[in-house]
Antibody, heavy 121, light 111 residues
Framework: QLQLQESGPGLVKPSETLSLTCSVS??????????WGWIRQPPGKGLEWIGT???????YYNPSLKSRVTISVDTSMNQFSLKLSSVTAADTAVYYC?????????????WGQGTLVTVSS | QSVLTQPPSASGTPGQRVTISCSGS????????VYWYQQLPGTAPKLLIY???ERPSGVPDRFSGSKSGTSASLAISGLRSEDEADYYC????????????FGGGTKLTVL
């Protein structure tokens, strides 16, 4: 059964770069069937797509975040990563990673448990 | 402000049928599949409906989805206490360079 696990610092200072990793187990990130996405959820609010990556390195970003986001993949470690630069308090959220089946515009399933990142000095 | 519009809350009693609406645009729901996610308190979202009306393995047939034009609906029949959760609709939006859009979520309360 595929499992995803987010990891990274829970506290980031304003103006710094948020860095998270999603480790995939129970399946290969190099499968040509799947894409891999990041989604976030501010406390008490709704969901926002951040971006998606294919094992080849092709990326798709939310236009509203594109200037600050970098998503990369490490097939040897079976993981993919998120970097969000110049963070502010508005970037405080639970960050989820998820698998997408078939295309970057198809559904997210399953999801990781999520990790809370707080932006504060 | 979410690009897909959902009512913030819905409620029903055990055994009832409830529906949750999701309104979008021609570039989102009007031209792409709609997905529904269930988020139980303190947990990650879980895929409930994909491609407008298909259920993943393990999702009870009490849950059903439909789409018409630029709107979609999630129906839950035979409401149960464990259905109390937040429900989100989602769709790909073809505008700009394309991006995922979500509804603001509907909190379902089982009275």
């Amino acid at each position: 059964q595929l499992q995803l696990q987010e990891s990274g610092p829970g506290l980031v200072k304003p103006s710094e770069t948020l860095s998270l990793t999603c480790s995939v187990s129970g399946g290969s990130i190099s499968s040509n069937t799947y894409y891999w996405g990041w989604i976030r959820q501010p406390p008490g609010k709704g969901l926002e797509w951040i971006g998606t990556i294919y094992y080849s390195g092709s990326t798709y970003y939310n236009p509203s975040l594109k200037s600050r986001v970098t998503i990369s993949v490490d097939t040897s470690m079976n993981q993919f990563s998120l970097k969000l630069s110049s963070v502010t308090a508005a970037d405080t959220a639970v960050y989820y990673c998820a698998r997408q089946s078939g295309s970057w515009y198809w559904w997210f399933d399953p999801w990781g448990q999520g990790t809370l990142v707080t932006v504060s000095s | 402000q979410s690009v897909l519009t959902q009512p913030p809350s819905a409620s029903g009693t055990p055994g009832q049928r409830v529906t949750i609406s999701c309104s979008g645009s021609s570039s989102s729901i009007g031209n792409n599949y709609v997905y529904w996610y269930q988020q139980l308190p303190g947990t990650a979202p879980k895929l409930l409906i994909y491609r407008n009306n298909e259920r993943p393995s393990g999702v009870p047939d009490r849950f059903s989805g439909s789409k018409s034009g630029t709107s979609a609906s999630l129906a839950i029949s035979g409401l149960r206490s464990e259905d109390e959760a937040d429900y989100y609709c989602a769709a790909w939006d073809d505008s700009l360079s394309g991006y995922w859009v979500f509804g603001g979520g509907t909190k379902l309360t089982v009275l």
